[in-house]
């Protein structure tokens, strides 16, 4: 397949004699978008990187992959559709390490691919990005060996989707882009296999149905599972296979080394459905590695504020116990916000801690007329900004992508700054929430 012609400007042979998509030397994959040292353009003598790229090149292969992703997001899904139906003829070994339904899937790689354009000028999060998908991977039965063939269908899908910026220098663009990329990724996976399994086996050892679509669920791992409590993890039940969808850990690490999640079952998810109806003691499910950075920075001093909304409420309690066990016991507040007081499903708990804690104080909010007891009334940020001050406090927010956004806004506007505010990635919540 060839994908070489097109409308920006004349061929530059500056590909290599590495060859499509074969992964440079360990040490020769420096990040995208990273500026290499000397600077200068090619034909005025500056040293290229060890990519064989300049600074110059560096900046314009930039332009030009955004270029094709701004063409590209005119028409995603066909785009999406296009690539892996390509990809299952060419390669159709590959079928295999993807879901039956593939329609999560599809907004998957996307993201995947826009948030790496994004951070394309910025080495260092690029990476981080990179190196956690090339290790998320591992569970999927990702290898080295998959990344060409990837590759070669990404980009006729993108000759075919984004002509107008396609030609021979975005095309040498993006081979640049998706060789440092692989690179990444492969070498984080490989890295990672010398002391973690690509996933673990979790048998349920408890099943606690909370209310008719709340589900307490804990698990025994085959092997020690080190987290931290705030972080979260991709789950895989074994009626839907290869179906993964994201769970937060809802203790800090215990002594016994359990884990417990909290599920609500939402329409059409599959996985939570499942595991809120259908998961007993005894079945056994598979965990991905943990990930997030909602995790307490122990060195500080200052409060927290957090905001857990519904089932959201599980790392803030994980937060909760992890404070507990650190000597230094700062000031927490958590608002546990649910649509209805019968919602509150682990009021109980955190009731139950406050009373053990005298820094911990903890207030449910329900929403307007649906009041019982000592619960506020209306929805978390506002009752949020009914107390205060905050701006000395930190802000962690866990719970459905409307109410992380409004909280958001809420707290910068008492006052805390963006980077003492902590949640998950909304792309990750509103992609693979259910
Ligand atoms: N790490 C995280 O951020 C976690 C997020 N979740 C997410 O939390 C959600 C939980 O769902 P449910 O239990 O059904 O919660 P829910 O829909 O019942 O909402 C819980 C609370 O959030 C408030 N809320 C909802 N939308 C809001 C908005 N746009 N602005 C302000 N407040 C809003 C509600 O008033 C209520 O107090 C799911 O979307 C799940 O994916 C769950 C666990 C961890």
């Known amino acids: 397949m060839t994908t070489m012609s097109g409308n920006d400007g004349p061929s530059v042979d500056d590909i290599g004699e590495r060859g499509w998509f074969t992964p440079a030397p360990r040490e020769a994959a420096p990040a995208p978008g990273t500026a290499a040292p000397h600077g200068g353009r090619p034909e005025d003598g500056a040293q290229p990187d060890a990519a064989g790229r300049t600074d110059a090149v560096a900046h314009s292969d930039t332009e030009l992959i955004r270029a094709t992703m701004a063409e590209l997001e005119q028409t995603p899904d066909a785009a999406v559709a296009y690539f892996y139906a390509l990809l299952f003829v060419q390669y159709p070994h590959l079928r295999e390490l993807f879901p039956a339904s593939m329609d999560t899937q599809r907004d998957r790689l996307f993201r995947a691919l826009l948030n790496a354009v994004r951070l394309y000028d910025d080495g260092p999060r690029l990476t981080a990005f990179l190196a956690e998908l090339g290790r998320g991977h591992r569970?999927?039965?990702?290898?080295?060996?998959?990344?060409?063939?990837?590759?070669?269908?990404?980009?006729?899908?993108?000759?075919?989707?984004?002509?107008?910026?396609?030609?021979?220098?975005?095309?040498?663009?993006?081979?640049?882009?998706?060789?440092?990329?692989?690179?990444?990724?492969?070498?984080?996976?490989?890295?990672?296999?010398?002391?973690?399994?690509?996933?673990?086996?979790?048998?349920?050892?408890?099943?606690?149905?909370?209310?008719?679509?709340?589900?307490?669920?804990?698990?025994?791992?085959?092997?020690?599972?080190?987290?931290?409590?705030?972080?979260?993890?991709?789950?895989?039940?074994?009626?839907?296979?290869?179906?993964w969808r994201n769970y937060s850990f809802a203790s800090a690490p215990r002594p016994d080394g359990l884990l417990t999640f909290h599920v609500r079952a939402v329409p059409a998810g599959w996985v939570s459905t499942a595991l809120v109806q259908r998961a007993r003691p005894g079945d056994v499910?598979?965990?991905?590695?943990?990930?997030?950075?909602?995790?307490?920075?122990?060195?500080?001093?200052?409060?927290?504020?957090?905001?857990?909304?519904?089932?959201?409420?599980?790392?803030?309690?994980?937060?909760?116990?992890?404070?507990?066990?650190?000597?230094?016991?700062?000031?927490?507040?958590?608002?546990?916000?649910?649509?209805?007081?019968?919602?509150?499903?682990?009021?109980?708990?955190?009731?139950?801690?406050?009373?053990?804690?005298?820094?911990?104080?903890?207030?449910?909010?329900?929403?307007?007329?649906?009041?019982?007891?000592?619960?506020?009334?209306?929805?978390?940020?506002?009752?949020v900004r009914a107390h205060g001050p905050w701006s000395a406090w930190d802000g962690y927010l866990s719970g459905p992508p409307g109410m992380i956004k409004s909280g958001v806004r809420t707290l910068v506007g008492l006052g805390i700054p963006t980077h003492r505010i902590r949640h998950d990635s909304l792309e990750e919540l509103v992609a693979t929430g259910a």
Do not use: N
């Open 139 to 243: 569970k999927y039965g990702t290898q080295a060996a998959h990344y060409p063939a990837i590759g070669e269908c990404l980009m006729a899908t993108l000759a075919q989707y984004a002509p107008q910026s396609w030609g021979p220098r975005t095309e040498a663009a993006w081979v640049r882009a998706y060789t440092a990329i692989s690179q990444i990724m492969i070498d984080a996976a490989a890295e990672d296999s010398l002391h973690a399994p690509a996933w673990w086996q979790a048998e349920v050892v408890a099943h606690e149905r909370r209310t008719p679509d709340i589900a307490v669920i804990t698990v025994r791992t085959d092997q020690p599972y080190p987290f931290r409590a705030g972080q979260y993890t991709a789950v895989e039940t074994p009626w839907w296979p290869r179906v």
């Open 285 to 383: 499910l598979r965990l991905g590695p943990p990930t997030g950075s909602m995790t307490v920075d122990h060195d500080a001093g200052s409060g927290l504020l957090c905001l857990g909304g519904g089932t959201g409420i599980a790392p803030i309690k994980a937060l909760v116990e992890d404070v507990a066990r650190h000597g230094t016991h700062r000031p927490v507040e958590v608002f546990y916000g649910a649509r209805r007081g019968e919602d509150l499903y682990d009021l109980d708990t955190l009731l139950g801690l406050a009373r053990s804690h005298d820094w911990l104080a903890v207030r449910p909010v329900v929403a307007a007329g649906s009041a019982t007891g000592d619960a506020l009334t209306g929805r978390l940020p506002d009752a």
